[in-house]
């Protein structure tokens, strides 16, 4: 009993831990397969995860990238390759191949994916200007398009 009472505590501090972490303002820096630097501290941010195995990710793409360019300077736009089963050489090919100007980031270690818990791609979230979350949906969706019109240079047509 004593044993199972033990495990409980232990899960229930590991929830309270993760919820948590959810809710504090999160921030990326890297370096992109460009080989950009971008910091989004400070930045209303528009993250993608994705994987070019993904058949959505990938019918997704030339909408994303109509967003990367026509993207206020108020809005920071990162696509994120989970990595899983990914190599970040595959990525640049997939990337060149259809000539998407996308600053991408490469996740080779996951970090990134769980500090967003992240669980399927794609995945598309939108961070305020301290790093909260304000959207997160599985796929490009209205209400995605809405709160993003704000920070682009012009209206985006559906596809």
Request: proline content about 3%.
């Amino acid at each position: 009993m004593r044993n199972t009472l033990t495990a409980l505590l232990i899960g229930l501090s590991s929830l309270t831990l993760n919820a948590e972490s959810h809710a504090q303002p999160r921030y990326i820096q890297g370096k992109t397969l460009q080989g950009d630097h971008v910091n989004t501290q400070g930045k209303v941010t528009y993250l993608k995860f994705w994987a070019t195995w993904c058949r959505y990710c990938i019918e997704e793409m030339p909408h994303l990238n109509r967003i990367y360019n026509n993207r206020s300077p108020r809005l920071e736009v990162l696509s994120i390759n989970i990595g899983l089963n990914q190599s970040e050489d595959l990525v640049k090919r997939f990337l060149d191949n259809n000539q998407y100007q996308i600053a991408t980031l490469f996740d080779s270690d996951s970090s990134i994916t769980r500090r967003f818990d992240v669980i399927g791609t794609p995945t598309h979230i939108l961070l305020d200007e301290q790093g909260n979350e304000i959207y997160r949906t599985a796929l490009m969706d209205e209400a995605l398009q809405t709160a993003l019109s704000t920070y682009l240079a012009k209206e985006l047509s559906h596809d």
